[in-house]
């Protein structure tokens, strides 16, 4: 039997989606590109900015991984579109730490209290609590209180345990307990 083979398809080297413009302020700086409409803003932090801080876990908003904070909001970067972020200002854990000054204080307290292990959903716990260490409000220090501040993160590592000493710890060393 003489098979003939079948011509390869062309693949295309773009998409076909057509361009949009975004600008925001990433992380204290502004940025434009020119994104699919489809494009999610966790590929966008990722493979446009190069800032891969922000991690992918579940890719349908539930383990929290991806938070960021948008205009201050925490927000799971996998369910937003980069172009619903046009003109906002975003933070992705990159920004936390402060240069020469070190660690932020909820990043100096997961590290005394041994909040991560593996260290995948760290930065979505950091970025969800950053949101209430600097909203201004007061902070329920309570297991409960503090078991609510996190309820929008998954863990499968630590058991939560030191995740819990680690945001007392935070609010200690910020003067907030």
């Known amino acids: 039997m003489n098979a003939r083979a079948l011509p390869r398809p062309q693949i295309p080297v773009n998409s076909a ?41 579940c890719e349908h908003g539930v383990c929290g991984a991806c938070t960021v904070l948008i205009d201050g909001v925490s927000a799971r970067s996998c369910l937003t579109l980069a172009v619903q972020a046009d003109g906002a200002e975003l933070r992705t854990v990159e920004a936390l730490a402060d240069g020469d000054a070190g660690l932020s204080v909820l990043q100096q307290a997961f590290a005394e ?20 260490f600097e909203s201004g409000d007061p902070l329920d220090l309570s297991d409960e209180g503090i078991r609510e501040m996190i309820a929008g993160n ?13 945001v007392r710890r935070a609010a200690e060393l910020s003067g907030r307990s």
């Open 17 to 57: 989606d057509p361009r949009h413009a975004v600008t925001l302020t990433v992380n204290g700086v502004e940025v434009s590109r020119e994104v699919s409409p489809r494009m999610l803003l966790s590929d966008f932090i990722r493979h446009e900015l190069g800032l891969t801080g922000t991690h992918v876990g």
């Open 113 to 132: 209290s041994h909040a991560l292990q593996c260290g995948y959903c760290t930065p979505g716990f950091l970025m969800a609590l950053t949101e209430h």
């Open 154 to 166: 998954l863990c499968r590592c630590t058991g939560y345990a030191n995740i819990v000493v680690a």
